[in-house]
């Protein structure tokens, strides 16, 4: 009697179909979270094959491909102006953008009062992160290029990228700033340390990995941004630009132009600068990850 | 110096005869006996000077929003003597510390009344600067706040903030300050690691080391020993005994033995922010005037 009563204890309640949409549910899920994995595995397999055809069957020699800058022949063509022009661009980005956007996130986190005029420029550099990119391009078109006169040089290129990333560190060095907590500020203040003292010296250091960390991941973005350096007429160019004030083709609107020939040759280099790019975007990720790991542990 | 028996200071080594009497009275005498005794030994020649009031404060209330804390305190604070707040949790006790070096400026929504006089000024007057008043009375919080920095930086910090750094020679500093706050020992072979990595009870005693670096004339300390074990506890109760000689000490603390062992004072604040006694420690624990003070140091209360 006692057996059958244990075995009849949960006998009305069935949770077969219960288990099975909790399955079937696991499996969408997974196959969505999959899905992302399976386009970025399918994108590199094309990257790389085009990579591979490119050097065996076109005969095109790295080394050539990264020490010649671009050319009308394809066969002379490489990739070593755009590089160059890239990594210019980050540097006067990063110069232009840094300042400017740790400077607005102290004023925004440490300084300015709690009102309807701060809510307001936050909730605006929310939006300004989210206006595409084609606009800041549009807009150092119209200011700088055209406007003081420079002519499609780097420098535009730079203020459009600069401006682009400007909110994205504005928002991630706040983010940085607000994971400092309170009872370290009190401890400076209670110091006899002064507003700007305590920012400067335990704030700052305590934030600054997550700033660096949110200003690479920026920067990683800038650097594959195709569309403002068009606008700003990046295009046409084959050499190495000589100076910020020169004319200049980086590594996208490179990529772009080989993409867009006919001739077969010029697709592949297209596929090797691809790969290059990469290399750039997964060097400056992996750098953002080991900065967010290292320091982690902190406070 | 305050030479007293070290055995004085804990109450386990008294022999102590145990009536077997009525349990509840035995206990009540027990811990009535305990006071007294302790009171003895903190009554010293320190207690029976005149007192000379560096503190001031008349009428002072703090609103937290609409919320008081506190209930218009009027307390008058003597120079280098240990005086000791007490009360139950929630009565205002961090509250009025923090008024006194105007930490309650840093939080939003607190409103101050009434005055508060160090050496006879107002410091909530316009002219004066919070921060210049903060190198005069230092505080250790409630909750131990090490900077993310090495150890030696965390102690060396007030003196770099306040221009003193290059007054003195740090390195001694540093270790002074870690020789009070008895730390020295087990931090002196990695001053370079962070302080953060110290354990909770370390943590304390480095910012205590951090506070008392930069030499302030008033010290306000916000239950310094509570996350201490009895031997550490008892370095930094001796601590207090020696920089009283020099400073003036403001003590939270929720352990009776330790306010009538080491404070010449005692505020006892209860019902949401009142400051209902103040006077010589041994009279608050032998003789309170109001009942709710007996009441609540016989642990009847709260
Ligand atoms: N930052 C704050 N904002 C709003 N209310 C606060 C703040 N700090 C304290 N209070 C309120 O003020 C009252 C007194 O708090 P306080 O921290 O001074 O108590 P305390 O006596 O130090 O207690 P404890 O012994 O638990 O440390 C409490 O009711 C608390 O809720
Ligand atoms: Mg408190």
């Not at chain 1, 690479?216 to 195709?226: H, K, N, S, V």
């Not at chain 2, 840093?106 to 006089?117: T, V, Y």
């Not at chain 2, 001694?172 to 962070?194: I, P």
Request: hydrophobic share 45%; aromatic share 8%; charged share 20%.
């Amino acid at each position: 009697m006692s057996t059958e009563t244990e075995h009849d204890l949960f006998g009305d309640v069935d949770l077969k179909w219960e288990h099975a949409k909790n399955r079937l549910f696991l499996w969408v899920i997974f196959a969505a979270s999959m899905f992302g994995v399976a386009m970025l595995a399918l994108l590199l397999l094309d990257i790389g094959t085009d990579f591979y055809v490119g050097l065996t069957e076109f005969n095109i020699s790295l080394t050539d491909f990264l020490t010649r800058d671009g050319s009308r022949r394809e066969e002379l063509s490489g990739f070593r102006g755009a590089i160059v022009a890239s990594i210019m661009l980050m540097i006067l980005t990063a110069v232009l953008a840094f300042f400017v956007g740790v400077g607005s996130a102290i004023y925004l986190e440490e300084y300015a009062p709690d009102n309807r005029v701060t809510r307001l420029i936050e909730a605006n550099l929310a939006n300004l992160a989210g206006v595409p990119s084609i606009v800041y391009g549009l807009l150092a078109l119209a200011a700088v290029v055209n406007g003081i006169g420079t002519g499609p040089v780097l420098m535009a290129g730079a203020i459009a990228l600069g401006l682009l990333v400007m909110s994205i560190i504005i928002v991630s060095s706040q983010e940085a700033l607000r994971a400092v907590p309170d009872s370290v500020r009190n401890g400076s203040y209670a110091t006899g340390a002064t507003k700007w003292q305590t920012i400067r010296g335990v704030v700052l250091p305590a934030a600054i990995p997550g700033i660096m960390t949110g200003t690479i991941l920026a920067l990683a973005r800038a650097i594959g941004e195709t569309a403002p350096l068009l606008m700003v007429g990046a295009i046409f160019v084959n050499r190495m630009p000589s100076g910020p004030f020169d004319r200049f083709s980086g590594m996208p609107t490179q990529i772009y132009a080989w993409a867009a020939e006919p001739s077969p040759h010029f697709i592949h280099l297209a596929a090797i600068g691809i790969v290059v790019l990469l290399t750039f975007l997964f060097v400056m990720n992996g750098l953002a990850m080991y900065i967010r790991h290292r320091y982690e542990t902190e406070i | 110096m305050m030479a007293r028996d070290p055995d004085d200071r804990n109450p386990a080594s008294k022999p102590r005869e145990t009536e077997e009497t009525d349990t509840t009275m035995a206990t009540a005498q027990l811990e009535d006996e305990l006071i007294t005794t302790e009171v003895e030994t903190g009554s010293t020649e320190r207690a029976g000077r005149p007192d000379e009031t560096v503190v001031a404060t008349t009428g002072l209330t703090v609103h937290y929003g609409d919320d008081q804390a506190l209930w218009d305190v009027d307390i008058e604070i003597p120079v280098h003597k240990v005086t000791a707040i007490i009360g139950p949790s929630g009565c205002g006790k961090s509250t009025f510390l923090r008024s006194i070096n105007r930490m309650n400026d840093q939080i939003d929504g607190c409103r101050i009344g009434g005055e508060l006089h160090f050496h006879g000024k107002n410091v909530y007057d316009e002219d004066v600067d919070p921060v210049a008043l903060r190198r005069k009375i230092g505080m250790v919080f409630q909750k131990p706040n090490p900077f993310p920095k090495s150890i030696y930086d965390n102690v060396a910090y007030g003196l770099r903030v306040q221009g003193k750094d290059d007054e003195v020679d740090l390195d001694a500093a540093v270790e002074d300050a870690l020789r009070g706050a008895a730390l020295w020992d087990e931090v002196k072979d990695k001053l370079d690691e962070s302080g953060l990595e110290l354990s909770g009870g370390q943590q304390q005693r480095l910012c205590i080391a951090r506070t008392i670096a930069t030499d302030p004339e008033v010290l306000l300390m916000d239950e310094p020993t509570s996350a201490l074990d009895p031997v550490a506890a008892s370095k930094i109760e001796d601590l207090i005994d020696e920089l009283v000689e020099e400073y003036t000490v403001v003590i939270v603390t929720h352990n009776m033995q330790q306010a009538a062992r080491i404070s010449d004072k005692t505020a006892v604040f209860l019902n949401g922010g009142e400051l209902v006694e103040f006077d010589r420690t041994a009279t608050i624990f032998e003789n309170p005037a109001d009942d709710r003070v007996e009441d609540y140091i016989t642990g009847k209360f709260g």
